[in-house]
């Protein structure tokens, strides 16, 4: 089967190449660890989240203990109408308006996060070049050198994502699932347009939504795993690579039967 050959030569990959995918996930890992905490720290400085919702939880239970009220929606009413309860809300929303009025704290946090998609990128290329082994470990940053396609490439694809799911939450999956070959097109073909690399997906996608949906239900017990406490920190490290691998081969899969030649690995070409 062509799922089982995909994730068995990833796994070998993650294992044997190099750069050892391994490592370059754990580096990714950490770099957005840091990425993520720095985030924190800036949403700390003007939001206290925990403070402000732990004192309105508090003034809701005393609220609730020395009510007498006989129905809910007169309880709610209470609650909501309470002073204490309404100054904490009311702090919890001046410090969100006092962070969203701050433009260097704004720009701080969407650059942030925009770095952190960049290098998300980046561990994609890094997948790619794997699978036919040319990756080194430059190639996480290799997203910031065609930004503007990617950022492009954001906005279309969100856009006609989005516009499918008007039409129900299922076309909407569909539509995400025909695109997803357009990533990959962008970064190896420069030649290409972002549109045209987004055209070329949809076809090479058709009468293979199914078939990539299926090896995505594969990982669904790898993906809860790395959810546990502690031991997911461990297990992305591994299901990262194996992930990201196993979907540049399925691509290089499609490439070669819809353009009628290969460049993979020797046991894909084998399928």
């Known amino acids: 089967m062509l799922r089982l050959q995909l994730k068995a030569e990833a796994k070998r990959l993650v294992t044997s190449a190099k750069p050892s995918p391994l490592l370059m996930t754990l580096i990714y890992v950490g770099i957005t660890l840091v990425i993520s905490l720095l985030l924190t720290a800036i949403l700390k400085l003007y939001i206290s989240v925990d403070g402000y919702t732990d004192e309105i939880q508090s003034s809701m239970q005393d609220v609730v203990r020395s009510s007498d009220v006989a129905s809910y929606d007169e309880l709610v009413d209470e609650i909501y109408s309470d002073p204490v309860v309404k100054a904490n809300i009311q702090k919890l929303v001046d410090s969100y308006i006092s962070y969203l009025t701050n433009p260097v704290a704004v720009l701080l946090t969407l650059a942030l996060m925009f770095i952190s998609g960049i290098l998300g990128i980046g561990f994609t290329v890094f997948s790619l070049n794997t699978t036919n082994g040319t990756s080194s470990f430059s190639d996480i940053l290799g997203g910031f050198s065609f930004i503007l396609r990617l950022i492009l490439y954001w906005i279309l694809t969100s856009i006609f994502v989005f516009l499918w799911s008007l039409l129900f939450v ?61 031991v997911g920190y461990a297990a992305q490290i591994w299901v990262m690579p194996y992930y990201e691998i196993t979907n540049a081969l399925y691509y290089r899969y499609l490439y070669g039967i819809t353009h009628r030649e290969y460049y993979g690995s020797p046991e894909v070409n084998a399928a």
Do not use: N, Q
Request: net charge neutral; glycine share 6%.
């Open 170 to 230: 299922i076309p909407g999956i569909i539509a995400s699932y025909r695109y997803r070959m357009a990533l990959y097109l962008i970064i190896e073909h420069p030649e290409m347009s972002v549109l045209e690399c987004i055209r070329e997906s949809s076809r090479m996608m058709k009468g293979h939504k199914a078939e990539l949906f299926i090896m995505d239900l594969s990982f669904i017990g790898w993906f809860l795993l790395t959810g546990l406490p502690y």
